[in-house]
């Protein structure tokens, strides 16, 4: 009976053992980790896919292991698309994705050491980075569960980089829905939807040739729950952030030197050692143009865990509500905005200013830092405040 159950074993072994890939599988464990391994139970070959049943890839102690996976290749790019992926880390804790979609640019596989920082006194991107993400990346998946407790019904994110080598931009952006977290003390959080949108330079610092791009980025955070031991205690209703600037008008802010002095301090861990004019740096900062706004809207307080942990009574006791509105605008000339914070149980709260800025002449680089607020040339042009306690005032 020996023999035959050898025989068994040997042959469970050859159809377990590591993979005889086809050419996506052998892309794809290109991008993995040095000594990453990979093995599956079965595969075939259908409609131009390669499809593997059992496919398990190891790495550092993680495991992964998909029950399905179909893997496409492209000029530009390997894609992966796989059911049922169990996950565990090698320090303890995993989960499960039910599906999952990604596409890897295989251009990342040739970037060398040291890419991040290939350039002039290791600050700036090297433009092979920049070329190998011109290819976009999408990873998405759905119906994720974790170990610990929480799941995400979906996720996405989205990446490509456009533009110049020597300036060139990333477009991101992520999505997530039907998050919900919680941790072993009792606190919970649940999402229904959040988003990033950036359009942002990939190169640290600032670029220094003209683009004539608009960077942007926003966020969003809506239908957000904060839970203590079940209990919902907080509600948002949205929150949002936006923010968006005129490339080119850094242009002159870049070519003072202060943000390529910063970043090469930033990347050698030390506070800068040039002591650069400060009248440049005013002037660089006062040709900036962009604008930004805050939006919250539907923060309510539902429950009494926050006024028991804090002992504060009215603004956290529950129907408490705020809102909140935010807008500045910047321009060569100056600086606009505008505030207002209603809270039912706090105060009401309306500011709007105006500044005006003046451009700095050689005499604002003999100031000590601690006069250069004083001592710039900026200017009042308006002011408005409206206050109403609300309960502030009782606190």
């Given at each position: ?24 599988l ?25 499809v ?61 050491a ?12 090297s ?8 290819t ?10 974790f ?5 995400i019904a ?15 931009l ?27 949108r ?31 031991n079940?209990?919902?205690?907080l ?13 080119d ?36 900062l006062?040709a900036?143009?962009?604008?930004g ?25 529950p129907?408490?509500?705020?809102d909140?509105s ?11 905005g ?33 006069a ?10 308006g ?13």
């Open positions: 009976m020996k023999r035959p159950l050898l025989g068994t074993a040997a042959l469970i072994a050859l159809m377990t053992g590591p993979a005889c890939a086809g050419p996506a052998d892309a794809l464990v290109d991008l993995m980790p040095e000594g990453a391994e990979v093995r599956h139970t079965a595969e075939r070959v259908e409609g131009g896919e390669e593997y049943e059992g496919l398990e890839i190891s790495a550092g102690g993680d495991l992964i292991r998909l029950e399905g996976a179909r893997l496409t290749l492209t000029e530009g790019a390997v894609g992966l698309i796989g059911d049922r992926v169990r996950f565990t880390r090698a320090e303890g804790g995993g989960g499960e994705i039910g599906r999952i979609d990604l596409s890897v640019p295989l251009a990342i596989r040739e970037l060398p040291g890419t991040l920082l290939a350039g002039e006194n290791g600050v700036r991107v433009p092979e980075l920049c070329g190998a993400l011109r976009p990346i999408r990873v998405a998946g759905s119906d994720v569960t170990g610990s407790g929480g799941r979906s996720l996405r994110l989205d990446a490509v980089v456009s533009g110049p080598d020597e300036a060139c990333l477009d991101l952006t992520q999505e997530l829905t039907g998050a919900e977290l919680t941790d072993p003390a009792g606190l919970g959080l649940r999402v229904a939807e959040q988003r990033v950036l359009r942002t330079p990939v190169t640290p610092g600032l670029p220094e040739v003209a683009t004539g791009e608009t960077w942007s980025s926003t966020f969003s955070l809506s239908g957000a729950e904060l839970l203590m079940g209990t919902v205690e509600r948002l209703g949205r929150l949002e952030t936006g923010l968006r600037l005129d490339g008008s850094l242009l002159p802010l870049a070519a003072t030197g202060h943000a390529r002095a910063l970043a090469k301090a930033i990347a050698a861990g030390r506070a800068p050692e040039e002591q650069l004019p400060w009248a440049d740096l005013w002037n660089g006062r900036a143009v962009g604008e706004l805050v939006s919250l809207k539907g923060l309510e307080v539902t429950g009494t865990g926050l006024a028991a942990l804090t002992g504060v009574t009215g603004p956290l006791d129907g408490a509500r705020v909140l935010g807008v500045a605008r910047k321009s060569e000339e100056g600086l606009t505008s505030l207002t914070l209603d809270g039912t149980a706090t105060a009401l709260l309306a500011v709007e200013f105006g500044v005006a800025t003046g451009p700095a002449d050689p005499s604002f680089n003999t100031l000590p830092p601690g250069l607020l004083t001592g710039a040339p900026i200017s009042l042009t002011a408005s405040v409206r206050f109403s306690d609300r309960g502030v005032g009782a606190l």
